[in-house]
T-cell receptor, first 114, second 111 residues
Framework: DSGVTQTPKHLITATGQRVTLRCSPR?????VYWYQQSLDQGLQFLIQ???????AKGNILERFSAQQFPDLHSELNLSSLELGDSALYFC?????????????FGPGTRLTVT | GQQVMQIPQYQHVQEGEDFTTYCNSS?????IQWYKQRPGGHPVFLIQ?????EVKKQKRLTFQFGEAKKNSSLHITATQTTDVGTYFC???????????FGTGTSLTVIP
């Protein structure tokens, strides 16, 4: 158990819909990362927050957005869903924002868009 | 963005054989981290390499960072069925804010 929690574990929804994925980091970790993992794409970095502020953006679509709240939990919002958005979404946390710190991954949310 | 390539993409070995995965970048890597993801699981941090030419060992696993900091390798001696999974290398950008994961090497160990 990494100490990072993600909900829900599974999500099935239809195209065009909007969903929210939730992540609670490890106690004491201020940085949260979101990743998308699909079969043919590996682990794609989406976005990073540190202590409530956006620190970096990766390959995140405009239909996707995220935020980190004062209690440090984070939410990833996916809208106008397409079939290609079906994937495993991981949240990870680390102590700091710098790359020199290991990341602890949550169990992931498996999103299926039908 | 930075491209971190891993080879091979897949590797099947007999239990007891050795296994190596390589991580290559066209640019200098800030530092390298290695993660293991078991089937159906999430990535788990294994180790971090920072210095040029660094070598670290964890039991049967040996990690190396190239002298030019453009490549890294993970070598497993005498594989066991518990080694099954996908091994990823990851590099943080120069600013340390982004993470670029390699494409991963999926290891299958045949008992």
């Amino acid at each position: 158990d990494s100490g990072v929690t993600q909900t829900p574990k599974h999500l099935i929804t239809a195209t065009g819909q909007r969903v929210t994925l939730r992540c609670s980091p490890r106690s004491g970790d201020l940085s949260v990362y979101w990743y998308q993992q699909s079969l043919d794409q590996g682990l794609q970095f989406l976005i990073q927050y540190y202590n409530g502020e956006e620190r970096a953006k990766g390959n995140i679509l405009e239909r996707f957005s995220a935020q980190q709240f004062p209690d440090l939990h984070s939410e990833l919002n996916l809208s106008s869903l397409e079939l290609g958005d079906s994937a495993l979404y991981f949240c990870a946390s680390s102590v700091s924002y710098a790359g020199a710190y290991e990341q602890y991954f949550g169990p992931g949310t498996r999103l299926t868009v039908t | 963005g930075q491209q971190v390539m891993q080879i091979p993409q897949y590797q099947h070995v007999q239990e007891g054989e050795d296994f190596t995965t390589y991580c290559n970048s066209s640019t200098t890597l800030s530092n390298i981290q290695w993660y293991k993801q078991r089937p159906g699981g999430h990535p788990v941090f294994l180790i971090q390499l920072v210095k040029s030419g660094e070598v670290k060992k964890q039991k049967r696993l040996t990690f190396q960072f190239g002298e030019a900091k453009k490549n890294s390798s993970l070598h497993i001696t005498a594989t066991q069925t518990t080694d099954v999974g996908t091994y990823f290398c990851a590099d943080s950008s120069n600013t340390g804010n982004q993470f670029y994961f390699g494409t991963g090497t999926s290891l299958t160990v045949i008992p």
